[in-house]
């Protein structure tokens, strides 16, 4: 990847980037409650890609345990790391910047 450039922001930029901020700000206590909402009907089941019922949490735990142990950066790292495994195929690693 190349240099990054820097420079300051126009006037019109800052107007425009406070402007989204504002709206943002306008927006943010709608958003925080509807995420509430969702997150409230859906307690009995937990993301990972896919969805996992609340009795399939023990497997979501075995994975974020393994990924810890092997110093995997995340669930689908493992979940690479096995499918290599099970179908004996050699299957890149995932990495922290990948």
Known sequence: M???????ATAEELQRH??????IEQELSEIQERARHVAAQCRSRVA???VFSADEKPVVEAIDAYATSHSLPSRSAVIREALGRLLNMSIARETENS
């Not at 190349?2 to 300051?8: A, S, T, W």
């Open 18 to 23: 406070d402007q989204v901020r504002q709206g």
């Open 48 to 50: 990972v890609g896919t």
């Open 2 to 8: 190349g240099r990054r450039i820097v420079r300051p």
